[in-house]
């Protein structure tokens, strides 16, 4: 299975009404579920039995150091906004612009918070219900994977 068919099937999984996906063929694996039991627990597994074929070389996923003090800090309260898909984060609709939301803002259902670009394409982002912004959690131009946590919200 190429990055294409994968790609259309987490389109495909993130616009249907399902919650869990497990998709198996011959010695290729993927597992998708909508969701989390915690704020950052990854919800996508995709396993690959080896094969002798070379394969592409892969991107070093971005990590973050945490400091001692924003561990020992309390949890933050509100809800995810996640990535639909991997892709650039940009927060503008160009770097002219100003950004679609900033920290404090209220936004209303379907508006615009942000932009993911994906192999040239540019995919708006929406609430997916009235919220406040409480924290942006991604830089501008910064890229994100599928399910990663963009921005933290209170539900209004």
Do not use: H, W
């Amino acid at each position: 299975m190429d990055f294409k068919e994968i790609k259309e099937i987490i389109r495909i999984f993130d616009k249907s009404g399902l919650n869990k996906l497990k998709v198996k063929d011959k010695d290729f694996e993927i597992s998708l579920q909508k969701g989390f039991e915690t704020a950052l627990q990854p919800s996508v597994q995709v396993t690959q039995a080896p094969t002798q074929t070379p394969s592409a070389p892969v991107a070093p996923s971005v990590t973050t150091e945490v400091s001692k003090e924003e561990k020992a800090e309390a949890p933050k309260k509100g809800e995810y906004i996640t990535s639909p898909m991997v892709g650039t984060f940009y927060r503008a609709p160009s770097p002219d612009s100003p950004p679609f939301v900033k920290v404090g803002d209220r936004v209303s259902k379907g508006q615009t918070i942000g932009i993911i670009e994906a192999m040239k394409i540019f995919n708006e982002i929406e609430a997916e219900f009235d919220c406040k912004i409480l924290e942006i959690l991604v830089e501008d131009g910064q890229p994100v994977e599928y399910d990663m946590p963009l921005f933290l919200v209170e539900r209004l």
